[in-house]
T-cell receptor
Framework: SQQGEEDPQALSIQEGENATMNCSYK?????LQWYRQNSGRGLVHLIL?????REKHSGRLRVTLDTSKKSSSLLITASRAADTASYFC????????????FGTGTSLTVIP | DGGITQSPKYLFRKEGQNVTLSCEQN?????MYWYRQDPGQGLRLIYY???????QKGDIAEGYSVSREKKESFPLTVTSAQKNPTAFYLC?????????FGSGTRLTVV
C-alpha cells in the first residue's frame, strides 16, 4: 500500500525555469523524504523534513511540509538539464518503525 | 567509501528457476529493505529486516524469500512461485538521515 502520491506524473520545463512537484499522503507521519532517481539507477536521498518543520532548503532545493493538508512540495530552482530524473517522496508511518512508503514519482524533463 | 552494493546488475532467469540477488552494505545500518520497481511505477516493498535473524513481509512478499544471517547482507531469492518476476529490484538500508539505495538489479525472465 503506497502512502505518498506525487503530482504531476510528468513535468517538462526549459532550463533555467523552476520545477515544482507535490506529494500528498494519507496518515500521520514522523518525517517525509524526497529522492531522485536517474533512469535505471538506484534512488538518491535529497532531503528529509520532519513533521515539526515547515520548510527546508538544500542548495537549489526547497521543500515545504503542510501536515494539516498532508502534503509536501519540492521546488527545484534554476533547473538544469542534469536535473532530468524521476523524483519520489517517501513517508514513514507513525509507529511503523523504519518503514517508508514511496509514491509513484514525478518524471521531470529539463530541456536545454 | 560506505555504501550498498547490489549484484549482479543484470540477471536473466529461465522460467521455473530460483535466482538470488545479492545486497551488501558497509554502513553499519541495522535495517535493510528490498523493493521492486516496475516501469513507470513507484517502489513496492517486498521484505524488510530491522535486525539480524529477523525479517518481515512487505506488501508483495509472495514468491520471494530472504535471509538476514549477517548485519551486512540481505539476499533476496526470487522463487519460481513468483509469476511475474521481470522488474528492477532495489535494496536499501536506513540510518538516521534516510535510506541509502544500491544501484539495482534488473531481472528478466527469458
Amino acid at each position: 500500500s503506497q502512502q505518498g502520491e506525487e503530482d504531476p506524473q510528468a513535468l517538462s520545463i526549459q532550463e533555467g525555469e523552476n520545477a515544482t512537484m507535490n506529494c500528498s499522503y494519507k496518515t500521520s507521519i514522523n518525517n517525509l523524504q524526497w529522492y531522485r532517481q536517474n533512469s535505471g539507477r538506484g534512488l538518491v536521498h535529497l532531503i528529509l523534513i520532519r513533521s515539526n518543520e515547515r520548510e527546508k532548503h538544500s542548495g537549489r532545493l526547497r521543500v515545504t511540509l503542510d501536515t494539516s493538508k498532508k502534503s509536501s512540495s519540492l521546488l527545484i530552482t534554476a533547473s538544469r538539464a542534469a536535473d532530468t530524473a524521476s523524483y519520489f517522496c517517501a513517508t514513514d508511518k507513525s509507529g511503523a518503525g523504519n518503514q517508508f512508503y514511496f509514491g509513484t514519482g514525478t518524471s521531470l524533463t529539463v530541456i536545454p | 567509501d560506505g555504501g550498498i552494493t547490489q549484484s549482479p546488475k543484470y540477471l536473466f532467469r529461465k522460467e521455473g528457476q530460483n535466482v538470488t540477488l545479492s545486497c551488501e552494505q558497509n554502513l553499519n545500518h541495522d535495517a535493510m529493505y528490498w523493493y521492486r520497481q516496475d516501469p513507470g511505477q513507484g517502489l513496492r516493498l517486498i521484505y524488510y529486516s530491522q535486525i539480524v535473524n529477523d525479517f518481515q513481509k512487505g506488501d508483495i512478499a509472495e514468491g520471494y524469500s530472504v535471509s538476514r544471517e549477517k548485519k551486512e547482507s540481505f539476499p533476496l531469492t526470487v522463487t519460481s512461485a513468483q509469476k511475474n518476476p521481470t522488474a528492477f529490484y532495489l535494496c536499501a538500508s536506513s540510518g538516521r538521515a534516510g535510506y541509502t539505495f544500491g544501484s539495482g538489479t534488473r531481472l528478466t525472465v527469458v
